[in-house]
């Protein structure tokens, strides 16, 4: 049996990120990590952005083991006893700890008798980067922040690219309808062939013609692990504003799995972008060693499609109000999402950068805004 003072249950870059915040206050204390994937923590966001980009592999490493930490990568954590402090693996083999922090992710939704690619891992990656360098179609299922990348991606690299999503335009659910027509209409431009207000479905002669199938339709929280332990789950493991788990002391969640408070916004939620698995996993490493400070950081994310790009804070929801000022339409401004007071929620900024702090501490001020707050915002 091995036994760690902290043991990580996750092998991404929330993982990687604890691991760093534990040595932040404790050089010497034990730690193991234990990830499903066959290999040591990466960045993510690469296998739909640089990677694809000329970027190389070697590149999105994150080290985890010059920590000290030991990785026991292609095994996966089946069953705890909370009171016992032990996990088992899918292998058989136990683990004693005595902090345990759950960064488990979220598992790709699936679409039932769909043979897909469901994007998420660098094997993935892998297998579409040697699908796309021969002749043939791809059809990308899903509109939303990761279906946009990959067929952005693919399409970059001289692949015929189908979408087929449900929704009016491409990241409906995120962008002002104006805003998300824009980008349809240019996905077009750049030669995706766009299929809007379509539900895919088992037999879908469309998919059958295709080379290959990628779907990117999210994810969802990987809770089974603490719900067969007994501890709360609501859309993700909830956690107070330090990563515990349900009161207790040793259990810790954080990243894409954690349901999280955030003052800023008197709600609390779950973030499944880069920013947050980097600052909450260190916060709450950090947390496990003794710190004990309140994670309040608002996440922002970002994303490029073929030459736009933009970076978002706070709730960026289409069925928020909002207060707009553009430079160009589609092309350079900011958006603000705003309740029925005026108060901000969130920033998509479009093609305008270095403004996420600014845009953070209005959210955090809470005072309305207009048109003119927004332009300021723009710059």
């Known amino acids: 049996m091995s036994s760690y003072r902290y043991l ?52 999105i490493w994150r080290g985890t083991e010059d920590l000290g930490v030991e990785l026991r990568t292609g095994r996966r954590i089946v069953s705890l006893d909370l009171d016992g402090r032990r996990a088992t693996d899918d292998q058989g083999e136990e683990y004693e700890y ?29 297998r579409l980067r040697g699908l796309s360098r021969d ?64 539900r895919v479905t088992a037999g879908d002669a469309r998919l059958e013609r295709a080379k290959a199938v990628v779907a990117g339709l999210g994810i969802e929280p990987d809770t089974e692990l603490a719900a067969a332990a007994g501890l709360p789950v609501d859309d993700g493991i909830v956690v107070d504003d330090r990563g515990r788990v349900g009161g207790r002391d040793d259990v810790f969640a954080a990243g894409d799995v954690a349901r999280f408070p955030v003052a800023a916004l008197g709600t609390a939620t779950r973030v499944e972008h880069e920013d947050h698995a980097r600052t909450h996993g260190q916060a709450v490493g ?34 928020h109000e909002t207060v707009e ?22 920033f998509l900024l479009w093609n305008v950068w270095g403004k996420v702090d600014a845009a953070r501490e209005l959210i955090r001020g809470g005072q309305p805004v207009d048109v003119a707050t927004v332009e300021e915002l723009a710059g």
């Open 8 to 59: 990580i249950v996750g092998g991404g870059m929330t993982g990687d990120a604890a691991c760093r915040g534990i040595r932040e206050h404790d050089a010497d204390g034990s730690i193991g990590l234990v990830g499903a994937e066959p290999h040591p923590p990466y960045d993510r966001p690469p296998l739909t952005k640089a990677l694809w980009q000329g970027k190389d592999e070697s590149t």
């Open 98 to 126: 005595e902090r345990l922090l759950l960064a488990t992710g979220g598992k790709p939704r699936q679409i039932p008798g769909i043979d897909a690619l469901y994007y998420r891992t660098f094997d993935d990656y892998e």
């Open 135 to 198: 002749d043939g179609g791809f059809v990308v299922v899903g509109g939303g922040f990761i279906g946009s990348e990959i067929a952005a991606a693919l399409r970059s690299n001289g692949a015929r690219v189908t979408m087929l999503f449900p929704d009016d335009g491409i990241c409906a659910r995120l962008f002002p309808a104006a805003l998300s027509q824009f980008v349809t209409d240019y996905y077009r431009e750049r030669g995706v062939e766009v299929e809007t207000g379509e």
């Open 286 to 319: 950090a947390n496990m060693a003794g710190a004990d400070t309140p994670y309040d950081h608002l996440p922002f994310f970002y994303s490029d499609l073929f030459d736009l790009g933009y970076e978002a804070v706070g709730e960026v929801d289409s069925r």
């Open 325 to 346: 000022h553009w430079k160009e339409p589609g092309r350079e401004g900011v958006v603000a999402y705003v309740d029925d007071r005026r108060q901000p929620r969130g």
